[in-house]
């Protein structure tokens, strides 16, 4: 997630969405939850957003995980933590179905469409689905709220790559890839770009950590996805 202290009055409606939303993890959830059991009018916020993804959740069938899951994860405890620990942080994606890259896409689009409307007209958010192929499962879903110039990007079915991290590119029409900002393979992010974003294509590479060391993407590109207006 972002750096933003979670509990401060500066991006309210965005904390409660994303505990709702359930992609809040770490210190950032506790402090939600801290907050909720003390402040009743973010505990509303909260429960509204809840409300609103309710019928979202409600048609995904649940399901259990298979013993290869466990099994899988046994041998993973075994041999790396630093995967054991991104399957933990991950857990929703095992708890909702196994449709929850198409779950996640749903859920940020209803964060989307349910956003709060400014007193004054606004530039339209824009989405993206970020899939590894045309038509193929998503692997990242991106918002960009032109209000706040702020990109939120959350992985939906991703493995993580050893000493390696994603970086989010803007590939505008017949132009060159534009760096936006480091993402995460086990948890949402927010960036503020300094590039300006009024549409193209997003795309999410693997490079060194820390980013690319040219700025334009080294490694292998792992998902990109058509910027649209809601």
Do not use: C
Request: overall charge negative; cysteine-free.
């Amino acid at each position: 997630m972002s750096d933003r202290d979670p509990i401060s009055g500066e991006d309210d409606a965005l904390v409660a969405a994303e505990y709702a939303l359930g992609v809040l993890d770490g210190q950032e959830r506790v402090a939600a939850e801290r907050r909720i059991s003390t402040d009743p009018g973010f505990a509303r916020e909260v429960e509204a957003w809840q409300d609103r993804f309710d019928p979202l959740t409600a048609e995904i069938a649940p399901e259990q995980p298979g013993p290869h899951v466990w099994a899988d994860l046994a041998r993973r405890l075994e041999t790396s933590s630093n995967v054991v620990e991104l399957q933990l942080k991950r857990s929703l994606a095992l708890w909702r179905s196994a449709t929850a890259a198409a779950g996640a896409l749903a859920a940020a689009l209803a964060l989307v469409v349910a956003w709060p409307k400014p007193a004054a007209p606004a530039p339209p958010v824009l989405t993206a689905r970020l899939a590894a192929t045309a038509g193929g499962p998503t692997v990242f879903v991106a918002f960009y709220d032109p209000g706040r110039k702020a990109i939120v990007l959350t992985p939906a079915a991703v493995s993580a790559a050893q000493d390696r991290s994603p970086e989010l590119w803007l590939i505008p029409t017949g132009g060159k890839p534009i760096p936006l900002g480091m993402a995460a393979f086990e948890s949402s992010v927010q960036m503020i770009p300094a590039a300006s974003v009024g549409g193209g294509t997003l795309a999410v590479s693997v490079e060194p950590r820390g980013g690319s060391p040219t700025g334009q993407p080294t490694g292998p590109v792992i998902a990109t996805g058509q910027l649209t207006n809601l």
